[in-house]
């Protein structure tokens, strides 16, 4: 069975820093592009970050670039979002979601979250 | 722009068929996908591209797509399908891509 699970969640300081972690099993983790997708409390989806299966491409959401950074560890089966400068509108769940590879666009499993609260 | 835009709401009768749309430039060079997200739960894919059901998914859910709008169609609604759903597509901005989702439409079965 698929599973992605994030931890590292938490209450953050405005300028902190934070880092994610997303665990995977039930598949080749190598294999896989990885994502990072956000949704702020009653809001809806915004993509973060997505990570190529090697890691050797990173693309970045305009509004955490500089800020945030993706990286993963293949031989660990994870994924991680480094998470600095935090601001009060980076307050939300992160999901970590794989690429589907039936598709380059579509994210077929997701982990269930973990809340970012950014505040003083 | 690499904006997609949904129908905030929509509702349907229990048994009738719903269509839910998403608009957008980047539409017109990629293919959408659909998520169905409900309360306190992570997203679920319910569609992508152009014929493609992850499996599990009922054969109620279809998708299709003319120029920069992409549809979900629910044919036969349940009461589980009852949800928030959203679009996304890759965009390519410049000299990097990303990618984008949609408003989210929240769907009500009567």
């Known amino acids: 069975e698929v599973q992605l699970v994030e931890s590292g969640g938490g209450l953050g300081q405005p300028g902190g820093s934070l880092r994610l972690s997303c665990a995977g099993s039930?598949?080749?983790?190598?294999?896989?592009?990885m994502n990072w997708v956000r949704q702020a409390p009653g809001k809806g989806l915004e993509w973060v970050s997505f990570?190529?299966?090697?890691?050797?491409?990173?693309y970045y959401a305009d509004s955490v670039k500089g800020r945030f950074t993706v990286s993963r560890d293949n031989a660990k089966k994870s994924l991680y979002l480094q998470m600095s400068g935090l601001r009060d509108d980076d307050t939300a769940v992160y999901y970590c979601?794989?690429?589907?590879?039936?598709?380059?666009?579509?994210?077929?499993?997701w982990g269930q979250g973990t809340l970012v609260t950014v505040s003083s | 722009s690499s904006e997609l835009t949904q129908d905030p709401a929509v509702s349907v009768a229990l048994g009738q068929t719903v269509t839910i749309t998403c608009q957008g430039d980047?539409?017109?060079?990629?293919?959408a996908s659909w998520y169905q997200q409900k309360p306190g739960q992570a997203p679920v894919l319910v569609f992508s591209?152009?014929?493609n059901r992850p499996s599990g998914i009922p054969d109620r859910f279809s998708g299709s797509s003319s120029g920069n709008t992409a549809s979900l169609t629910i044919t036969g609604a349940q009461a589980e399908d009852e949800a928030d759903y959203y679009c996304?597509?890759?965009?390519?901005?410049?000299?990097?891509?990303?990618?984008?989702f949609g408003t989210g439409t929240k769907v009500t079965v009567l």
């Open positions: 990570i190529s299966s090697s890691g050797k491409t990173i």
């Open positions: 996304n597509c890759n965009s390519r901005d410049s000299s990097t891509n990303h990618y984008v």
């Open positions: 591209g152009k014929n």
């Open positions: 980047s539409l017109r060079s990629y293919y």
């Open positions: 979601a794989r690429v589907w590879l039936s598709t380059s666009s579509a994210f077929d499993y």
């Open positions: 039930g598949f080749d983790f190598s294999v896989y592009g």
